[in-house]
């Protein structure tokens, strides 16, 4: 599956912003979907995943009542609605599939080029 991150962008402290993911490929629906994120000079970290339906959804705790994912099977996206962001929440974002169970980096095998969220205080 091929994947590309789309909505990246400056805002304010306190703003929202939405990102989408883009797949093509392989069935979407055979993957579950997440979020990560990686900031200047540190390790990508997980933000968000979900299961392949997407009824049941996971989040890092630095996000956990800002950030929620979502899918939609019929249009072969997910997205991430951010929504109080901070400035520490500025990072390079990137989504991934995966067909594991399991929040770690490892445990996604595609992953797409990545989208710029830069958060002014």
């Known amino acids: 599956v091929q994947l590309q991150a789309f909505g990246g962008g400056l805002v304010q402290a306190g703003g929202s912003l939405r990102l989408s993911c883009a797949a093509s490929?392989?069935?979407?629906?055979?993957?579950?979907m997440g979020w990560f994120r990686q900031a200047p000079g540190q390790e990508r970290e997980f933000v968000a995943s979900?299961?392949?339906?997407?009824?049941?959804?996971y989040y890092a705790d630095s996000v956990k009542g800002r950030f929620t994912i979502s899918r939609s099977n019929a249009k072969n996206t997910v997205y991430l609605q951010m929504n109080t962001l901070k400035p520490e929440d500025s990072a390079v974002y990137y989504c991934?599939?995966?067909?594991?169970?399991?929040?770690?980096?490892?445990?996604?095998?595609?992953w797409g080029p990545g989208t710029q969220v830069t958060v002014s205080s």
């Open positions: 991934a599939a995966g067909n594991r169970i399991g929040n770690t980096r490892d445990d996604f095998d595609a």
């Open positions: 490929g392989r069935a979407f629906s055979d993957y579950r």
């Open positions: 979900l299961t392949r339906t997407g009824f049941t959804t």
